[in-house]
């Protein structure tokens, strides 16, 4: 089978892309660059380069964007990873939503009116589409929708989740509406923690999500361990990669979405499984002993459907972390 992977570069797109080669996918990513496109290439393993190509594909935001790389060939799958995740945004609206919701919208689009032959598209979403702060559930799965206003998107704080939310809702209406070729499947994980991809060429340049590990790692939280921020919940991103290469083979996982969480993590547990694993950065960790800090009355998840129909087993917390760290040292180049 022959798949489509958008956001090539990104760090949950590195791991779907080694997935899916794992699995004998052909897979054309797309890149904004002939750079980040070489650069990604280069970082696969010799074994698998046979098939992997890269197409370019400039602002997802265009009308069109896809359209090019759509009309070039027949393909059996579409997984959608590309959308900007950061934490501050100049113009919520030009940075985030539009990308992410055109975006959305802009592929599922293209794939209709020029790819037949696709029979299956995997979006990821997050759970940011799922969880509903202030208004917290006390368990939350599939069936929760963060209920998140255009008005409130405008506040830069809140304006990631809702492009979340707001591109999925997108990508189920256009299903439900225009009765296309292929069939939806939708993947909500959580914060995702897991190894840094090879093709980064500087630190500075590691997703957002593996920030924290990051900084513990660099010594910047050495005076005293950051506050942890929502969602205290995360995921390894080699389980959201087979996550996203089974809801795209699985028959069963169309019209379907999928709440991915491992377990509860806070910053002063991060540190403290480095701490006992990594003896040579303990003069760059916090002092120990900082309590957990979740919320009181912190919500429950519940992830039985994704055991269930994808067959997740989920990686732990310590392994998660572990092998994150060690994508970092292992990076001699910085230093
Ligand atoms: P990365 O920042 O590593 O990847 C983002 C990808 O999207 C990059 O390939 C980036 O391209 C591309 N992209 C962003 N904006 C545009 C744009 N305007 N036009 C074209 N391409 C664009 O982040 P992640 O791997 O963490 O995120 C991937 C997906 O997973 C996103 O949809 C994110 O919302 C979702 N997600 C992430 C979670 C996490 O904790 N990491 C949790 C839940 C969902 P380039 O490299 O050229 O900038």
């Known amino acids: 089978g022959k798949v489509l992977l958008t956001g090539g570069t990104g760090f949950i ?21 002939e750079d980040k496109g070489k650069r990604l290439v280069d970082a696969v393993d010799p074994k ?46 030009r940075d985030c939503l539009d990308p992410a919701i055109k975006g959305t919208t802009g592929i599922l689009k293209s794939t209709k009116a020029y790819n037949p032959s696709v029979k299956r598209v995997v979006i990821t979403s997050s ?25 409130q998107a405008m506040d830069p704080k809140h304006t990631y989740r809702a492009s979340k939310k707001f591109a999925e809702k997108a990508a189920w209406d256009f299903v439900s509406t225009q009765s296309p070729n292929f069939t939806l499947s939708v993947i909500n994980n959580t914060y995702t923690f897991g190894p840094v991809q090879k093709s980064l060429a500087h630190p500075d340049q590691i997703n957002t999500s593996n920030h924290r590990i990051r900084d513990l790692v660099l010594g910047m939280q050495r005076a005293a361990v950051a506050s942890t921020l929502p969602p205290f919940t ?3 991103v080699r389980d959201v990669a087979l996550a996203h290469v089974r809801a795209m083979m699985l028959p069963e996982a169309g019209g379907e979405r999928f709440y991915l969480v491992s377990g509860y993590y806070s910053n002063p547990r991060l540190a403290e499984i480095i701490r006992a ?24 998840f519940d992830t039985s459907k994704s055991r269930r129909v994808l067959g997740l087993e989920y990686i732990g917390l310590e392994k998660s972390v572990v092998d994150t760290v060690k994508s ?8």
């Open 48 to 93: 698998a380069k046979h098939l992997v190509r890269f197409a370019i594909v400039g602002d997802i935001a265009q009308d069109g964007a896809f359209d090019e790389v759509m009309k070039s060939e027949p393909f059996d799958y579409v997984v959608h990873t590309a959308s900007p995740y950061q934490l501050h945004w100049d113009d919520p609206v």
């Open 234 to 236: 995360f995921v390894d």
């Open 127 to 151: 759970s940011a589409a799922v969880l509903n702060p202030p208004n917290h559930r006390p368990v939350y799965d599939e069936t929760s929708w963060c209920e998140i206003t255009w008005e």
């Open 13 to 33: 797109a590195s791991h779907v892309l080694d997935s899916l080669l794992e699995h004998g996918f052909e897979t054309v990513v797309t890149v904004r660059s």
């Open 277 to 300: 694993n990594f003896p040579e950065l303990q003069k760059k960790l916090p002092p120990p002993g900082a309590e957990d800090d979740f919320p009181e009355g912190h919500w429950a």
């Open 328 to 335: 970092i040292l292992e990076r001699e180049d910085w230093g």
